[in-house]
């Protein structure tokens, strides 16, 4: 472990507890070399430190790691909650990464929940989000805007870790995307009962904010992500595939329709979202006030007032 921070005694825990507890992927570790795991290793441990010394108690461990080419997020989160407050890693990084200026750097996303909570007790509802954030390298970095052969516009890593399931779906859609203005979004069964696919495609930066935007989406319908990927290609296109499933712990009675119906829903509002991925009232929607169609619709009526009520520009000073 590096530099010895984490004590001898407690080291094959930690690194047990990042291995099995955190519900990354295992191609994270295919892909990164001992030296960046082990870093990421000691970084949560020295935040999970930091936590435990905090005087209210709460469980919540943070962590941030940002370069150039590539930037590392854990936060504690309750499923199916979005946080108006705190560090907002989603809109940093999307921020940041995503919708960043336009230039040739081009940047993947891998995002894992933990299955379990933070504690391991009854009691305790956080879990930890792990964002990992990598730059592009792309066979053919300029290739023309309806070129679709994967081999030269997908990033290199991707190409090299995905199943045929994800290559053959990501095609697919590649192909129809290339040939619209709008987005793609497709809906798929997965092996574990219960959980959904969902898949959007759309062409970079016309949809500003739609990353984070659609968590809030999913938690508005009693719907978590347990896996959410970004793939951009270097064609301008970008795919976002998000693993769905209910929020743990939902009763029989709950305001929440069953998966299927929340999917179906998601996938038509998803539409709207595109359109307007951020209003200014986003956060009555984040917080469950209010519906993506009432806020849409507010959005709507305060930008024509706005036009309305300075249609002949301000008025002249007395």
């Given amino acids: 472990m590096a530099a010895q921070w984490i004590p001898e005694d407690r080291v094959d825990g930690q690194i047990e507890w990042f291995y099995n507890e955190l519900g990354i992927d295992n191609v994270y570790f295919q892909a990164q070399s001992v030296q960046t795991i082990s870093n990421h290793i000691t970084s949560l441990y020295a935040a999970k430190v930091a936590a435990a010394t905090r005087e209210d108690q709460r469980e919540e461990i943070r962590l ?26 989603e809109q940093r990084l999307q921020a940041k990464y995503l919708d960043g200026p336009a230039n040739n750097k081009r940047f993947r996303v ?9 504690t391991g007790t009854p009691r305790s509802k956080a879990t930890l989000q792990c964002y990992f954030v990598y730059q592009c390298h792309f066979a053919e970095p300029n290739p023309d805007p309806q070129e679709t052969r994967m081999e ?24 129809l995307a290339a040939t619209r ?13 219960g959980d959904k696919r969902l898949v959007i495609a759309f062409r970079q930066r016309t949809a500003l904010g739609i990353f984070s935007a659609l968590s809030d989406l ?43 119906q929340s999917l179906y829903q998601i996938c038509k509002e998803t539409s709207l979202l595109y359109c307007i991925p951020q209003n200014e009232f986003q956060t009555l929607f984040a917080s469950g006030r209010l519906s993506l169609q009432e806020t849409i619709y507010g959005h709507c009526v305060w930008v024509f007032v706005q036009h309305f009520l300075n249609r002949l520009g301000e008025s002249p000073k007395l």
């Fill in 64 to 89: 941030d790691l940002e370069a150039d080419d590539h930037a590392v997020y854990i936060d504690t989160s309750e499923p199916g909650v979005s946080y108006n407050d705190g560090p907002r890693y």
């Fill in 110 to 118: 891998e995002t894992f929940r933990s299955p379990g909570n933070l």
């Fill in 152 to 175: 030269l516009i997908s990033d290199r890593i991707f190409l090299a870790k995905a199943t045929k399931n994800t290559l053959q779906i990501y095609q697919e859609i590649l192909e």
């Fill in 181 to 193: 203005t709008g987005p793609i979004i497709e809906a798929f069964h997965t092996k574990n009962p």
């Fill in 218 to 260: 999913c938690h508005y319908y009693g719907v978590i992500s347990s896996r959410k990927y970004v793939e951009q290609f270097s064609n301008g296109i970008t795919i976002i595939s998000m693993y769905l499933k209910p929020v743990p712990g939902q009763s029989l009675d709950t305001k929440f329709p069953p998966i299927e």
